[in-house]
């Protein structure tokens, strides 16, 4: 998905009829939906413009449009599908249960020619403000968990619920009960696997050329040097860090507001912390 998106933006970015520049982007990997299934798509962020071929001028897009969605959301389908069939020819896809038919070749070819005949979902929108809502768009993004404890209702009788939004249904507010091993599942359906880069930079915003691209950009654009920016003292601790770049404390009880967590011992991981006085064990 990562492939196919990034090779799908700057492609169509390079065309002359298009855009005719190359590109920066940040694609965010997103896997669930507001009921916890497997639903994987992709949130890039992405400047209204960029470098010529010959980066010699700034091109910008014209204003409320990037570029066109029907032409993106087609090279995309090809192009997936394409390195969709590359992986299961390589014997890189593997299918269980229900889905172990696909394994054949022609099972699996007799699977896709349905999504190859239907109109794949591209949406793009300009950002809602300026760059501060930006920022706060991806940090929302980028560290966010499947469900965040605010949604959770109560675990009793081991059952879980949930508030939920139901965007089939003009966003109605919802409450979803699920089998506490239901919840667990689809939950950890979203932990993905150790070391798996879920942030990835493209184009001008990529991390080895990111530097200098980007001290051209504000060149030919005619903007201001970046301004330094002073790191938070590494000794800090991270709770004040946080508390630092957003406001919020992390030491305020987020019930109350008021009480105060208080760290009373740490201990090593397989041991067992410590009774109160005189108790035994």
């Not at 590494?234 to 009880?253: F, H, I, M, P, V």
């Amino acid at each position: 998905m990562f492939h196919a998106t990034a090779e799908t933006l700057r492609t169509i970015a390079a065309t002359p009829k298009h855009l005719g520049a190359e590109i920066g982007f940040i694609a965010i990997l997103h896997t669930w939906g507001q009921n916890l299934q497997h639903h994987p798509h992709l949130h890039c962020v992405i400047p209204g413009g960029g470098n010529s071929a010959d980066g010699e001028r700034w091109v910008s897009c014209r204003p409320g449009f990037f570029l066109p969605v029907r032409v993106l959301s087609r090279l995309f389908r090809r192009l997936f599908l394409e390195q969709l069939q590359t992986a299961f020819d390589a014997g890189l896809l593997h299918f269980f249960n229900a889905l172990e038919a696909l394994q054949s070749p022609d099972a699996f070819a007799r699977y896709l020619d349905p999504v190859r005949k239907v109109e794949w979902v591209v949406y793009a929108k300009p950002p809602f403000g300026g760059p501060q809502q930006v920022l706060e768009y991806l940090g929302r993004y980028t560290h966010r968990v499947a469900i965040a404890n605010q949604r959770l209702i109560d675990c009793v009788d081991g059952k879980v619920r949930f508030h939920w939004k139901d965007y089939r249904h003009d966003s109605r507010q919802k409450v979803m009960c699920l089998d506490a091993d239901e919840f667990i599942r689809r939950f950890l359906l979203h932990v993905l696997p150790s070391g798996f880069q879920r942030i990835r930079h493209y184009g001008f915003l990529a991390n080895r050329c990111r530097a200098d691209k980007l001290a051209r950009c504000r060149q030919l654009l005619a903007a201001p040097p970046a301004l330094a920016v002073k790191l938070p003292d590494a000794a800090l601790d991270y709770r004040d860090r946080y508390e630092r770049l957003t406001g919020k404390s992390l030491r305020d009880c987020p019930k109350c507001g008021q009480g105060h967590m208080i760290c009373i011992e740490t201990f090593l991981p397989g041991t067992q912390p410590r009774g109160p006085p005189g108790a035994c064990s």
